[in-house]
């Protein structure tokens, strides 16, 4: 197995371990069981700070974090992070991209918001990074980010492909340094993210008629 491989498997195992404890507590908050829910907690900080060499991550009070965070009964259930994405192009058949804070572009994207649709979430993350008014017409893909390549938090992104409706371009003074549309194949770098399958995503579905949506198979 690959260093890289190796790297995102005992991300993804950190993740799990992580999230049973947290449940486990939010079911099982005092005796045997607890005292076992935190052991795991211990256990997958030591491992999270370990593959995380150089940023001075404090297992001990990482662990504290995520037993603090630990919620009650269904509400602590732990699950995956989920986020939305907008895939715009303009009339010039060129697609919408922003610059994020950190210097990277990515198309127009955010945490998913308790009280909205999925499509209400992404229309909203469009109007506030860019000033543009969007529909979203189809699911284009729902993108698994540890199946992407990222050993970050473990988050499904639903990315939809939007009409362009009007508005003018205003960016966002906290969330976006800079936007503008661009050819496909001209995109600005560097580029946010590991996960690249959404630039082929974006060419089937506005240029090849694709309507299928895509999901990571098992």
Same mark, same amino acid.
């Given at each position: 197995?690959?260093?890289?491989?190796? #790297?995102?498997?005992?991300?993804?195992?950190?993740?799990?371990?992580?999230?049973?404890?947290?449940?486990?507590?939010?079911?099982?908050?005092?005796?045997?069981?607890?005292?076992?829910?935190? =052991?795991?907690?211990?256990?997958?900080?030591? #491992?999270?700070?370990?593959?995380?060499?150089?940023?001075?991550?404090?297992?001990?009070?990482?662990?504290?974090?995520?037993?603090?965070?630990?919620?009650?009964?269904?509400?602590? /259930?732990?699950?995956?992070?989920?986020?939305?994405?907008?895939?715009?192009?303009?009339?010039?058949?060129?697609?919408?991209? #922003?610059?994020?804070?950190?210097?990277?572009?990515?198309?127009?994207?955010?945490?998913?918001?308790?009280?909205? =649709?999925?499509?209400?979430?992404?229309?909203?993350?469009?109007?506030?990074?860019?000033? $543009?008014?969007?529909?979203?017409?189809?699911?284009?893909?729902?993108?698994?980010?540890?199946?992407?390549? =990222?050993?970050?938090?473990?988050?499904?992104?639903?990315?939809? /492909?939007?009409?362009?409706?009007?508005?003018? $371009?205003?960016?966002?003074?906290?969330?976006?340094?800079?936007?503008?549309?661009?050819?496909?194949?001209?995109?600005?770098?560097? $580029?946010?993210?590991?996960?690249?399958?959404?630039?082929?995503?974006?060419?089937?579905?506005?240029?090849?008629?694709?309507?299928?949506?895509?999901?990571?198979?098992?």
């Amino acid at each position: 197995m690959a260093a890289d491989d190796l #790297i995102l498997e005992l991300a993804r195992f950190v993740e799990r371990v992580a999230a049973i404890g947290r449940t486990g507590l939010a079911f099982q908050p005092h005796g045997y069981d607890a005292e076992r829910y935190e =052991s795991l907690l211990q256990e997958a900080a030591r #491992i999270h700070a370990a593959l995380a060499a150089g940023a001075e991550l404090d297992a001990a009070a990482l662990a504290a974090r995520w037993r603090a965070a630990a919620g009650a009964g269904y509400d602590g /259930y732990v699950t995956a992070g989920v986020g939305c994405g907008a895939i715009v192009f303009n009339e010039r058949d060129e697609l919408l991209m #922003i610059q994020r804070p950190g210097g990277r572009w990515w198309y127009p994207t955010g945490f998913c918001d308790v009280g909205e =649709s999925p499509a209400e979430n992404v229309a909203r993350e469009v109007a506030e990074e860019t000033g $543009l008014a969007v529909t979203p017409t189809r699911l284009l893909g729902v993108i698994d980010s540890l199946k992407a390549g =990222s050993p970050m938090r473990h988050i499904y992104s639903m990315l939809f /492909y939007c009409r362009l409706d009007g508005g003018a $371009l205003r960016l966002h003074p906290l969330e976006t340094l800079d936007a503008g549309f661009f050819p496909l194949e001209r995109l600005p770098e560097p $580029l946010h993210g590991y996960d690249r399958k959404w630039i082929r995503l974006a060419r089937e579905f506005h240029f090849e008629g694709r309507v299928e949506t895509y999901f990571d198979p098992l």
